[in-house]
């Protein structure tokens, strides 16, 4: 894998003009990495988690600190409550939107896929399953099983009692199990598929995207009405297939394709006339690829060109 840009994405905007002396400062960027995830598993933005954090910051500067117990949970509970409040947005702007929607990939550092359980929450297809949640099972579930806070914490955070944040965990488990994607295989193996399936869209030789392509492999576009994108899902390996060797790619321009982290996964960085044209996050289980996840649409592609920081 290529090394990229070690830039990360800045602090908010009001930070770089704050005294970074004053205690509520230090406590939001001491925080802040994790705070962003948050927002951005919750709303699968980035532009959407910046604002958010915006909001966090101004609602966070306002705050006497002797009242505050603990800085990260409070941090938390403001940050869940204003992407609650813009997940319901986006979840209007949704419907109408032009063809399959995606999440906005991020460019990762390597470390990330170190931690399995941040990469897997992170990652384009976990994502999308957060999508058929409900917003409030949604918030339940990413507080509870990615960033492992207390029920009562929770609660908090969403305004509802323990018992019911207990009954909304057990729901959402359940539906994202029956949902998320189960790989196995090694970092080498996953590594060596992705190598096979990059030599193979460089070539759009068929029967090497045959070979590296699951059965059942899914692809997904996203031109957002802006550029050319699937309007539908395609399924199958064969299907999948013919569409990356013959209708995906632009073949009557310069092309590149870089080997790249997405979401804390493997992916592939696309260049049309040394443009950024797209990015494809690559799902590899087993040694195959089951899932090619496309974005085109430039609104999403702003801040591929540096790595953002995400933790848990």
């Known amino acids: 894998m290529s090394e990229r840009s070690g830039r990360t994405t800045g602090t908010p905007g009001p930070l770089d003009r704050a005294d ?28 959407d988690a ?17 009242s505050v117990r603990e800085e990260r949970a409070y941090l938390v509970r403001i ?18 939107y032009v063809g399959p929607w995606l999440p906005e990939p991020l460019l990762t550092a390597p470390d990330v896929a170190e931690d399995v359980e941040l990469a897997d929450s992170v990652s384009m297809a976990m994502l999308l399953v957060l ?15 990615v960033f492992d ?70 692809a997904l576009s996203d031109g957002g009405g802006v550029k050319h994108a699937l309007l539908r899902p395609i399924v199958g390996a064969d299907n999948v297939a013919r569409l990356l060797a013959i209708g995906w790619w632009k073949r009557d321009a310069e092309r590149s394709v870089e080997l790249v982290q997405i979401n804390g996964g493997p992916g592939l960085l696309v260049r049309v006339n040394g443009e950024i044209d ?35």
């Open 149 to 218: 806070l207390d029920y009562d914490e929770i609660a908090e955070a969403v305004d509802k009692s323990p018992s019911a944040v207990r009954q909304l965990a057990y729901r959402a488990r359940a539906h994202v199990a029956a949902r998320r994607p189960r790989g196995t295989g090694s970092p080498a193996e996953h590594r060596a598929a992705l190598q096979a399936f990059q030599r193979a869209v460089e070539t759009g030789e068929l029967q090497s995207l045959l070979d590296i392509l699951a059965p059942d492999v899914v």
């Open 278 to 312: 797209g990015v494809v996050a690559v799902r590899v289980e087993n040694g195959y690829v089951t899932g090619a996840y496309h974005v085109r649409n430039p609104e999403k592609l702003s801040r591929i060109d540096q790595q953002t920081a995400v933790s848990r």
């Open 50 to 66: 910046e604002d958010v954090l915006q909001e966090t910051w101004l609602r966070w500067a306002g705050i006497d600190l002797d």
């Open 79 to 96: 940050v869940t409550r204003q992407a609650l409040d813009r997940l319901r947005t986006l979840g209007r702007r949704k419907e109408s």
């Open 131 to 145: 999508e058929t949640l409900q917003p409030i099972e949604r918030a339940v579930f990413v507080l509870r099983e």
């Open 20 to 47: 970074r002396g004053d205690p509520a400062t230090e406590a939001f960027v001491a925080h802040r990495n994790l705070l962003f995830t948050v927002a951005y598993e919750m709303l699968g933005s980035a532009a």
